[in-house]
């Protein structure tokens, strides 16, 4: 065996491999568009400011745990990697500053067996990661390996569960971790840390699977080639793929924005409902607005308000639900986390379990990094299908409503378009509700009431009046905290609103970030926990059984109860 990688190794040349066209200064080739592998210097002369890099754990190689040895000893596949490579191992770490951020960076060189994690790579990866961890300052990984060294054997596979322990520890101390997978990425590397970035990214065309060619064709005996990185974003697994020439500034972006300082100061805020004049237009008009198909939806909408906008893909279980966009962005000069649901994005805006399990996603980081929540409902409704029951959309909603009660960050919903029952109501569980003027929200569709109450779908209109509906109704039942404002309908004067819009929301989330987390958990649960239409004094009946008549002939002087009989007793 020659290789230990499964990917025959490229040596970075001038010319592209597939077309042979002189690649560009970045190593990629303007006429197929092949990103070219590139070595560990290139990468970070490519990424880091100029002259920021400081390499750590430079002195490190690996020795002969099982004294491996196939056509030549694995000691001297070492020493010719390292004079074909100038590197002791198929790693460098360092620290670095990306667009002025302090990270910690550690780039794979595939030209070093492969790039393969032995127990060099992995102590490294963990010592990096340490770093990181201590100092608190976000990692970044370019993952370029075929896997696990199987000249060291079970200690090369065990590099598995210490880096992703690392990982672990990481998450523990709320210190971002972005990986970005390059060709190829397979195997242990896959399948420890590169899979457990809080973002992950990948190279167009980059290998991306567990197992490599050669593994596929001779054993597995699947037909099907191993996956590439735009296979993984469709099917959920990675958040973006991204152009090298625009690496830089997205991972300058995203560290910036995962690692902002919250506000400290404890504020004792007031919030009042805000509430326009109350609209004289019929119930139904206003329920059409609310539909309309040019209404702002989404992704449309979280591009208008928001700068800086990095959307993640993938529930990580296999699905990404385009119905639901979710991601990061910048409020005003403040980092925030987002989830729009978005009616043109599939399915009519139906959202599926795999949807919401892309909110969790976004709200866990969230919370590992402090980062306030705002959310944009608009959906007739979660996806009631057979699939949709198979996938579990009702446990997914009910995480949703769980895991917002217990958030500990700042949470601000917004009402946008329709509201659709249960699977509106997942995404509205926080500290503040809005409502644009012409939006609704509603227990049912008028029309699914039309249909239960009378058979028949001729009562919507009706029924529209009577479910309370409107912004204005809830803020009436104490539902809805705010109502933006719409001059004009928001499909026909969009810039107005999303102006209203926005300083809303720079207003709420400002005031929440004031409030210490503990206090803003007992407004969030007393605000739900208070929800009520109850009347009069709540009882608790006791029916007790009857007595026999024999029984009570035989104890003449027991004392009688005004019970007896069964008559209900109040507590």
């Known amino acids: 065996m020659s290789k230990p990688a499964e990917v025959q190794e490229e040596p970075t040349a001038a010319t592209c491999s597939a077309c042979g066209t002189v690649l560009d200064d970045l190593s990629v080739c303007p006429a197929c568009h092949r990103h070219a592998r590139l070595t560990a210097r290139q990468r970070i002369d490519q990424l880091v400011d100029r002259e920021t890099f400081r390499e750590t754990d430079r002195y490190l190689w690996s ?32 620290r670095a500053q990306v667009l002025n951020k302090a990270v910690v960076l550690i780039v794979f060189d595939f030209r070093f067996l492969g790039g393969s994690m032995g127990s060099v790579v992995g102590e490294k990866v963990c010592r990096a990661f340490d770093v990181a961890s201590r100092e608190r300052i976000p990692a970044v990984v370019i993952c370029s390996s075929g896997g696990a060294r199987l000249q060291e ?30 060709d190829p990425t397979m195997g242990g590397v896959l399948a420890s840390f590169a899979s457990l970035g809080d973002i992950i990214l990948a190279e167009p065309g980059a290998r991306v699977s567990f197992v490599g060619p050669r593994v596929h064709e001779r054993f597995i005996h699947d037909p099907t080639p191993p996956g590439t990185a735009e296979f993984a974003f469709r099917h959920g697994s990675v958040d973006a793929i991204v152009e090298r020439a625009e690496l830089r500034s997205v991972l300058g972006a995203l560290v910036s924005m995962l690692s902002q300082e919250p506000s400290r100061a404890a504020g004792r805020d007031t919030f009042k409902a805000v509430i326009p004049a109350r609209s004289p237009r019929p119930v139904w008009k206003t329920v059409e607005l609310a539909r309309h198909v040019k209404r702002p939806s989404g992704r449309m909408l979280v591009s208008r308000l928001l700068t800086d906008v990095f959307e993640l893909h993938g529930d990580r279980a296999g699905g990404d639900d385009l119905a639901i966009a979710a991601g990061l962005g910048r409020l005003g000069e403040r980092a925030v986390v987002f989830v729009a649901q978005d009616r043109d994005g599939g399915d009519e805006g139906h959202t599926q379990a795999s949807g919401y399990r892309k909110a969790l996603r976004a709200f866990t980081l969230a919370e590992r990094f402090r980062l306030p929540v705002v959310t944009f409902v608009d959906t007739p409704g979660a996806a009631a299908d057979a699939q949709s029951e198979a996938d579990g959309v009702t446990a997914a909603i ?12 700042p949470i601000v919903a917004t009402v946008v378009g329709e509201g659709g029952s249960g699977g509106a109501l997942a995404l509205s569980i926080g500290d503040r509700l809005l409502m644009l003027e012409n939006a609704i929200f509603s227990v049912i569709a008028p029309e699914a009431a039309s249909a239960i109450l009378y058979h028949d779908g001729e009562h919507a209109h009706e029924l529209a009046g009577q479910l309370k509906v409107t912004a204005s109704d809830l803020v009436d039942l104490h539902l809805v905290d705010r109502v933006v404002p719409e001059q004009r309908p928001f499909h026909e004067a969009p810039d107005a609103t999303i102006a209203l819009l926005r300083q809303a929301l720079v207003e709420e989330v400002g005031r929440l970030s004031r409030v210490p987390p503990s206090s803003l958990l007992k407004r969030r649960q007393a605000k739900f926990r208070h929800v009520s239409q109850a009347q009069g004094r709540l009882h608790l009946l006791v029916q007790r059984p009857r007595r026999r008549a024999e029984e009570r002939n035989s104890a003449p002087n027991e004392r009688s109860h005004p019970d007896e009989g069964g008559q209900p007793v109040s507590a």
């Not at 020795?63 to 010719?80: H, L, N």
């Not at 009910?398 to 960050?409: G, I, N, P, Q, S």
């Open 398 to 409: 009910a995480e949703c409503l769980a895991r917002m009660a217990l958030l500990r960050v």
């Open 153 to 182: 054997g079970m200690v090369a596979l065990f590099q598995m569960a210490k880096t992703a322990a690392a990982t672990a520890r990481l998450r523990e101390r709320a210190v971002p971790l972005v990986t970005v997978l390059a």
């Open 63 to 94: 020795s002969d745990p099982i004294a491996f040895s196939d056509e030549v000893s694995y000691k001297q596949r070492i020493a010719e990697a390292q004079a074909a490579t100038d590197l002791l191992d198929a790693v460098v770490t360092g």
